[in-house]
C-alpha cells in the first residue's frame, strides 16, 4: 500500500496549507468571536478551485480525486474548523450530491454558480423529532401538477442561514417508510421558503446553523434530485465518501492544536526549565503525535480503498469513529499542556475544544458510527 502523495497532490496541500497559514488562522479567533459566515474564506476557497474538484471540468470542476479532497479538508481543519464545516457542507454535501445524482439539466443549472462559489449550497435532512433516525422524518412532499409542495421544519442545518441552494430531504410516500422519501434541489426564493432562527452554539460558531422552513413551499418537479421515492438512493450513495471527508477534519483541528501545544511546550519554563523536558508532557506530546498519525492512517487507508472501487462502509466508518475520538483526546492534552493558558481565548485552544465537539455530528455520531461498524463485522463474520 503506498501512501505516498503524487506530486500534484503535494502541490494541492502546499498550496491549501499556505492559504490557511496566510489567512485561515489568522481569521479564526473573529470568525468565532462575531459568529458570522466566514465570507472571506468562502471567496478565496472559490478562487482556488476548492468547490469542484472531483466534479468534472465540464461543469466548471477540477476533476480531482477523493485523497485531494481529504487533504484539502485536513488542512481547513488545521486553520478553522468553522472554514471547514463550511466547505464541507457546501462543496461535499451539497455541490457534490447535485453533480452525482441530477440531471444533465440540473447539474448545468446549478454546478457552474456553486463551483464559482456564488451560490452557498446546504443539506438538510435533520429534523427537530428526527437526528440519528433520520428516515423518520416527517417533512412532507405532495406532488400538485408540475409541482410539489414541501410541508415541514430541518434543522442544524450547517449554511442554512445563508444557503441559496439546498438539497432537501421529504416524505413523498411516508407508508412506504426510507422507500418513501425523495430529494429535493430548492432555491432560496421559491415561495413559502423561509428560514427559522440561526441556533447559537458552543463551537463552530463561525459556520452558521439554522432551522428552514417549508411552508406550502413550491418546488417545480424537475428539481427532484434522482427519482420520486429515490431519495434514500442519494442520501446512502455518496455517504461513505463523506463520512472519510468527515473524519479528517478533527484530525486537522488536532494537528492544529498540537502545533501550538508543541510550540508552548518548547518555550514555556517552569522549576528552571522548558516543560517539554519534563517526562509527563513529553507522554503526552507522544501520545498526541500518534493519535494524529493513526486518525491520518486510517482515514487515508479508507480513501484507498474507496480509491479502488470497493464498499466502504466499514471503513469509513472506522475511520470517522477513531479520528474523532483522537481528536478530541489531542485536543484536550493541548488544553493540559498549556495549562490555565489553554483555557483563556487569547490562544486557539479553548476555541479548537469547543469546535471539535461540533464536528463529531456530521455524517453520523460516534454512537452510530459503532452501531454500523457491528452491523458491517456481523455481516462479514456470519
Ligand atoms: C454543528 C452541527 C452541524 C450540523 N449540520 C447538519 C447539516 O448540515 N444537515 C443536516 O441535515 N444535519 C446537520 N446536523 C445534524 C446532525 O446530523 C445530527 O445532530 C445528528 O445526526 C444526531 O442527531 P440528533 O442531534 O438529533 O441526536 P439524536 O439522534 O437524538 O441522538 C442523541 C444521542 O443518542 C445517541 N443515539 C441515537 N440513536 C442511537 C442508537 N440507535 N444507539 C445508541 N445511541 C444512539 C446519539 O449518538 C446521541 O448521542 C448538524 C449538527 C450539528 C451539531
Redesign the pocket.
Known amino acids: 500500500m503506498d501512501f505516498e502523495l503524487t506530486k500534484e497532490q503535494q502541490m494541492l496541500k502546499e498550496t491549501v496549507a499556505r492559504f490557511v497559514d496566510d489567512q485561515v488562522i489568522p481569521l479564526a479567533p473573529e470568525i468565532d468571536v462575531d459568529g458570522a459566515f466566514p465570507e472571506k474564506n468562502f471567496r478565496a476557497m472559490a478562487e482556488l478551485g476548492l468547490f469542484g474538484m472531483s466534479i468534472p471540468e465540464a461543469y466548471g470542476g477540477s476533476g480531482t480525486d477523493l485523497l485531494s479532497c481529504v487533504l484539502v479538508m485536513e488542512e481547513l481543519g488545521r486553520g478553522c474548523a468553522s472554514t471547514a464545516?463550511t466547505f464541507g457542507?457546501h462543496a461535499v454535501?451539497c455541490t457534490e450530491n447535485i453533480y452525482r445524482n441530477g440531471s444533465e439539466e440540473q447539474r448545468r443549472k446549478y454546478l457552474p454558480g456553486l463551483i464559482a462559489g456564488e451560490k452557498i449550497g446546504?443539506?438538510?435532512?435533520?429534523e427537530p423529532g428526527?437526528?440519528?433516525?433520520?428516515t423518520s422524518m416527517t417533512t412532507r412532499a405532495e406532488r400538485k401538477g408540475d409541482v410539489y409542495i414541501l410541508n415541514g421544519t430541518?434543522?442544524?442545518?450547517?449554511?442554512?442561514p445563508v444557503a441559496d441552494v439546498i438539497v432537501a430531504y421529504a416524505k413523498t410516500n411516508p407508508a412506504a417508510g426510507p422507500r418513501g422519501i425523495t430529494a429535493f434541489i430548492l432555491e432560496k426564493d421559491f415561495p413559502g421558503f423561509s428560514r427559522g432562527k440561526s441556533l447559537k452554539?458552543m463551537g463552530?460558531r463561525g459556520?452558521p446553523?439554522g432551522e428552514l422552513i417549508f411552508d406550502n413551499c413550491e418546488v417545480p418537479a424537475v428539481n427532484v434530485l434522482g427519482e420520486e421515492n429515490g431519495g434514500i438512493r442519494v442520501l446512502m450513495n455518496g455517504l461513505d465518501r463523506e463520512r472519510i471527508v468527515y473524519s479528517i477534519c478533527p484530525i486537522g483541528v488536532a494537528q492544529g492544536a498540537f502545533d501550538v501545544a508543541f510550540k508552548y511546550a518548547s518555550e514555556r519554563v517552569q522549576f528552571g526549565q522548558p516543560i517539554i523536558g519534563f517526562q509527563m508532557i513529553q507522554e503526552m506530546i507522544a501520545d498526541m503525535a500518534t493519535d494524529i498519525n493513526a486518525g491520518r492512517l486510517v482515514a487515508y487507508w479508507a480513501v484507498s480503498q474507496a480509491e479502488r472501487g470497493k464498499r466502504v462502509r466499514l471503513e469509513a466508518s472506522y475511520a470517522k469513529l477513531f479520528c474523532s475520538q483522537a481528536g478530541l483526546r489531542v485536543v484536550d492534552r493541548a488544553i493540559q499542556i498549556l495549562g490555565g493558558y489553554g483555557f483563556i481565548s487569547e490562544f486557539p485552544i479553548e476555541r479548537m475544544y469547543r469546535d471539535i465537539k461540533?464536528?463529531e455530528?456530521?455524517?453520523?455520531?460516534?454512537?452510530?458510527q459503532k452501531?454500523i461498524i457491528v452491523r458491517e463485522l456481523m455481516k462479514t463474520r456470519g
Open positions: 464545516n457542507a454535501l446546504a443539506i438538510a435532512i435533520t428526527a437526528g440519528s433516525d433520520a430541518k434543522m442544524f442545518i450547517t449554511n442554512g452554539k463552530v459556520s446553523t461540533g464536528i455530528f456530521g455524517a453520523g455520531t460516534t454512537q452510530i452501531l
